[in-house]
Structures are given as structure tokens and as C-alpha cells.
């Protein structure tokens, strides 16, 4: 039996980067820091259990999928809180209850553990079942099943993750989420191709939402995860469109002379705050998208731009110099009261709110350089969180523990991942052009069960 | 952003003054029917060979050549400015003096930015940049309905560098004949 779970493992690790490589997907993560102390687990491979037809032959085969265990441990491993026990280094590879030996586990220093298997029902759907252990207390401390389609494979290994994560640390996982970024091939040649990509928040499996010769900006997610709106310059001139996710269908929302950028859906989804200069400078708007009615939320000679919400939906945060350098100011739109929130440095901009309101990230530049910053909005506090050059564009994990951003590796545009106490990082480069422009996804249900 | 444009609208009226005569002496010799001249030439004068009938601007495969040398379509500048260089001055009123004399010409007014600060913001800093051109252009009496702007802001870098050189070539407004 070992030697079947050897070869199983192999051409899982096998797989690992091949998958990686399917048409335009990010490059397998680059993981550069994670906590001082992670947690100890130890994902054990999953056994994987081929039916067979009547005459012997086998009815499903896993060729081409990665084995659970592999996607799962490198989840917990970006997340940066954990480290995962090398498979070569286990003592046993158990797949079920009765399988299962603390005393293994204990002697190797690890804190939790991973078990399951997975086989192809008769009508070709997946079915997985796992569990999780707590080893100093000898204790199981969940057991699922979940089945789904083959297509949705690692869906299920991401739901797997999040799980686990939530079991362990107290904070929703999120893996299961999405990312859409902006492709740029020769970007800065006349043949330059931009592409608008979505992908798993892993880099995988990336898609084209839409492709342009001219430049593509600023995606932004509704709340409910089914639709994008970004600027596309596909007319000569940017203009703010409305993508639907899955069917593709596009609107084009508003084209009017000058500027029309940094859409940014309401925590709500019914309104669209974004930029227009139709009134001769860039000024924050926010649209009802049920009546496409727009209100001017500010009036300045500046630059007003790059909007987005409090949690709560009643305040804008946005970017201006009217101060003489770019700075972020926080609207309330009830009153029209404007207050400035950045006072270190003399350019912070393109400000997100954490889910708690409470603290902001944004753009911030240091001696030259721009960086990732994190600020405490209470207690006055900046923290630089990056240490790469040229950040921009940051945008957070639905759980708040984590942002990805855009920055410059070599001379090219890549993505790159760090969480907010500035502790853990990973990078997603890709071979396929510059990638930049990155937007995570809300919380999205990518299975159909609860 | 209001000492900007103060400064830069000041700076037109400077360049209008100074370059007031050129634009005189251009447009005399412009004409190229010399049929409504006003004066005519003094009996004293020796006989001049005849005017050469090439106008002075012309429009070739969208580029403008002022007496067979062309004008300068791009325009640079400083690091978050939108404040056009008083050595960009004498082409733009060149461009200007074409486009008043050709009403039915149009340009299109790109506003770029280099790839440092965010993305939208540079959006902003960029419109700003072809609205300086365009505030110019207006002020030398070339109508509104001659110009279009629009901004790529740091999308459409002309030099996909990341140096300091890179940048100030990035830093442009460029003029499009349509």
C-alpha cells in the first residue's frame, strides 16, 4: 500500500508545477516569510481510491489532478501561520480514523493534523472525506464529506483549507476566494495586449474576463461576487464598464468627456462610487446603479480620486491634493463633512479600509519609494509593510489578515501577497507579461453546498 | 494645484507677448493667395523673384513642419507637474498658429504620466497635463472645438524603462493631429 501512496505523492509533487503552467495562469507562489513560530501540521496525502467497471477497468483516474494534501498544506503554508511537516517525513499516512496514531504525530513535534480520501462516485462526481485532529489532546476535531463535480477539485481542496484554517486559528479562511488582475503583454510597445484574468487567489486556474489592445484598470468586485467593474480604454478613451462574471456580458456604465476611472462598488452593491472630470477636473461621484442616477460627493479644484467605502457604507475615503501633495481625506456623506486621515509623508494615496473600519492601507512613499502602508486610524499609527519598490494598487483578503498588491520584480509587474502586521509574504509572478492591477475577491461560494 | 495653473496661465501670457511679433511676421508671409495684402510693396524696392508658393506650416502624414522643419509633438515635464516648459513655448504657438489658420484641423491631446504614484491618480496628473496644453492652445485663440484630451495617464509609457530617464521621456503631453 505504501508504495502506492509513494507514486500517488509523486505525481501529485509531479503535477505541482505543470498545472501551474495551463495557458495564462500565475507562476507557482514564491513564499518569502511567514510567522516566527508556525503552527506544526502535518497534511497526510489523500488516498485515492479508483473504481473500477465490472470487467476491471478503471471507471474515473485522477491523472492530471493534484493530490489534495498538496494543495491544502501549500494554503496553510502561504497563509504564512503555518508550516507543514514534509511528507517524506512522516512516520504513517493514514486516510482514516482507525488509522491514526497520536504517538506518530507527537514524536514529530506536530500540533495538528490532516487526514482523507478521495473517489470518483459512480456518476463521476468527487467525493472527499477528512478530518482534523488537535494531537496534544488526542482529540478529533472535525470530520466532513464533501462531493462535488471533478471540476471542482481544488474548490474542494480550498474548502478544505478554509476549514481547517477557521478550526485552528478563530479567523474565516480565505482561499476559496478569487483574484482578478490585469495582464500586460509588450506592455510599453505600440502591439502592447492588456487582459483582464481571474484566477483563484492560489494564481490558478486563470481565466480572460476580456482583452483589449488598450489599457484595462481598476477591477473592482461587487459584494455578491458575480460582477467587475473596471476602465477600459477599448474606445480611445477610458471608460467605466460593468462586467457579469459569468456570463461575460458587458455594459458599458459611463463614457462622458475626460476621466471616468476608480469604480469601486458600495458594501451594499446597489451604488458605484467613481471618478469623472465631466465637470472640468477629477471629482468622486457615487452612481445608483438601479436608476444609474450620479451625485457629486465633492467639489475642489484638485484631484479628487480613488474612492472607496467605509464598511458601514455612510463615508467615502479618497485621494486628493488640495492639501498641495496627495493625501487621504475621509468624506461623510450625510454631512459633507471632509476630514484629512494621512499626515506622514508627503504621498499617500489609493486608500482600502479594513473590515473593522478601523484601520487603512494605502499607498505611501518613504524616501522616494513607494510602499504598502498600514495605519491605525485610532491611535495614529503608520507601519510600512513592504519592502519592495513601485507598490500600488493594494487590495485586501475578504478576512482582512491579508492584501495583495502590485509591484515591480526585475523590471516586471508582478503580484505580490503580504499580511497586515507585515509578517508574512509570498509573491505570484508570471512568465506571460506584466501582472498587475490585482483585486481580491468578496467571500464566494464555490461549492453548492453550506 | 491653483498655483499651477496660475503660474502656467502667467506663463502663457508671457510666451503671448513674446512670441506676439513672431506670430506677425508668420502669418504675413503666410499668406499664400497675396491677393488681400494690404500694402503693397514699395516702388523702391528691387524686384523681388516671385513668393514662393509653399506655405509656411504644412501637415504631412500627421506631422507639422513649420518651413520644412518639423515642430515638436511632444512635450515633457517635471515630476508631478502639470506646468508646461517655457521651452515648450515657441512650438506650441506654432501648433497654434496652424490650428487658427485651420479651423478645420483637430488635434487629440494625450496627457501621460511615469509609472510612479498610483495608477488613478496619475490618471488625474495626466488630464491635467493635456489641460495645460489645452488651456494654452485656447489662449492663443484656437477654438475648444479643435481640441480633444484624453489621458492614459502611466498605461501607454513610450519607454517601458524603469530609470530616471525612462521617466522624464513617460512625463509627456503629445499632440495628435486628426
Request: include cysteine; charged fraction near 25%; charge should be negative.
Amino acid at each position: 500500500m505504501i508504495s502506492l501512496f509513494r507514486i500517488l505523492l509523486l505525481s501529485g509533487l509531479f503535477c505541482f508545477g505543470r498545472l501551474a503552467s495551463a495557458a495564462d495562469s500565475l507562476d507557482t507562489i514564491i513564499i518569502d516569510a511567514g510567522v516566527d513560530d508556525p503552527v506544526r501540521i502535518a497534511v497526510v496525502p489523500f488516498r485515492q481510491r479508483v473504481s473500477m467497471t465490472a470487467d476491471g477497468k478503471p471507471l474515473y483516474a485522477f491523472d492530471g489532478l493534484q493530490n489534495m494534501s498538496d494543495i491544502i498544506g501549500f494554503d496553510l503554508a502561504r497563509s504564512g501561520q503555518f508550516a507543514p511537516l514534509d511528507e517524506g517525513n512522516m512516520l504513517s499516512y493514514p486516510a482514516e480514523h482507525k488509522e491514526v496514531f497520536f504517538r506518530d504525530w507527537r514524536i514529530l513535534g506536530v500540533e495538528y493534523l490532516v487526514i482523507g480520501r478521495a473517489n470518483f462516485e459512480f456518476n463521476g462526481d468527487v467525493s472527499v472525506s477528512y478530518h482534523l485532529y488537535d494531537i496534544a489532546n488526542e482529540r478529533q476535531l472535525l470530520s466532513d464529506r464533501v462531493t462535488a463535480t471533478r471540476a471542482k477539485w481544488r474548490d474542494i481542496a480550498h474548502h478544505i483549507s478554509d476549514v481547517v484554517f477557521e478550526k485552528t486559528t478563530g479567523i474565516r479562511g480565505a482561499f476559496s476566494t478569487k483574484i482578478i488582475y490585469v495582464l500586460a503583454k509588450d506592455a510599453g510597445s505600440p502591439s502592447a495586449t492588456f487582459s483582464l484574468e481571474l484566477a483563484d487567489s492560489d494564481g490558478e486556474r486563470a481565466r480572460t474576463l476580456f482583452s483589449s489592445h488598450e489599457p484595462i484598470l481598476s477591477a473592482s468586485w461587487s459584494p455578491d461576487g458575480r460582477q467587475v467593474a473596471y476602465v477600459s480604454f477599448e474606445t480611445g478613451r477610458p471608460a467605466i464598464v460593468l462586467q457579469y462574471i459569468e456570463s461575460g456580458s458587458r455594459e458599458l456604465l459611463t463614457q462622458f468627456p475626460g476621466i471616468n476611472s476608480a469604480p469601486v462598488f458600495s458594501p451594499d452593491g446597489r451604488s458605484l462610487a467613481m471618478v469623472l472630470s465631466r465637470d472640468g477636473n477629477p471629482e468622486i461621484y457615487v452612481m445608483n446603479l438601479a436608476d444609474r442616477r450620479l451625485r457629486r460627493m465633492t467639489r475642489h479644484h484638485a484631484i479628487d480620486t480613488e474612492p472607496s467605502w467605509t464598511p458601514d457604507g455612510q463615508n467615502l475615503v479618497f485621494t486628493s491634493d488640495r492639501g498641495g501633495k496627495p493625501q487621504i481625506y475621509q468624506l461623510e456623506m450625510s454631512t459633507n463633512f471632509i476630514e484629512r486621515l494621512t499626515f506622514q509623508g508627503d504621498y499617500n494615496a489609493r486608500a482600502r479600509l479594513l473590515p473593522d473600519g478601523r484601520h487603512l492601507i494605502f499607498v505611501h512613499r518613504r524616501n522616494g519609494v513607494f510602499h504598502i502602508a498600514w495605519q491605525d486610524l485610532e491611535r495614529d499609527v503608520l507601519r510600512v509593510l513592504t519592502q519592495t519598490s513601485l507598490d500600488e494598487s493594494p487590495s485586501l483578503a475578504p478576512n482582512g489578515t491579508m492584501l495583495i498588491y502590485a509591484t515591480q520584480d526585475r523590471g516586471k509587474g508582478i503580484l505580490a501577497v503580504v499580511s497586515i502586521d507585515g509578517r508574512v509574504k509570498y509573491r505570484l509572478p508570471s512568465s506571460s507579461g506584466d501582472v498587475r492591477e490585482p483585486s481580491w475577491s468578496p467571500f464566494i461560494r464555490t461549492l453548492s453546498e453550506g | 494645484m491653483t498655483q499651477h495653473w496660475l503660474r502656467s496661465f502667467l506663463l502663457m501670457m508671457l510666451a503671448g507677448l513674446v512670441l506676439a511679433g513672431c506670430t506677425t511676421t508668420s502669418s504675413e508671409t503666410e499668406q499664400p493667395q497675396g491677393s488681400d495684402q494690404a500694402q503693397d510693396p514699395p516702388d523702391t524696392a528691387p524686384p523681388e523673384p516671385p513668393p514662393v508658393e509653399k506655405p509656411d506650416y504644412e501637415l504631412i502624414d500627421g506631422v507639422l513642419k513649420y518651413r520644412d522643419s518639423p515642430v515638436s509633438q511632444t512635450f515633457l515635464f517635471d515630476y508631478d507637474r502639470a506646468v508646461i516648459s517655457p521651452a515648450d513655448l515657441s512650438e506650441l504657438e506654432k501648433h497654434a498658429a496652424y490650428l487658427n489658420e485651420n479651423r478645420d484641423k483637430k488635434v487629440v491631446l494625450e496627457g501621460h504620466c511615469d509609472e510612479r504614484g498610483t495608477r488613478e491618480y496619475n490618471l488625474a496628473l495626466g488630464e491635467n497635463r493635456s489641460n495645460a496644453v489645452r488651456g494654452f492652445l485656447i489662449s492663443a485663440g484656437v477654438s475648444a472645438s479643435q481640441i480633444e484630451t484624453v489621458s492614459y495617464g502611466e498605461e501607454r509609457p513610450v519607454d517601458p524603462g524603469h530609470s530616471d530617464a525612462a521617466w522624464a521621456r513617460n512625463r509627456r503631453a503629445v499632440l495628435i493631429y486628426r
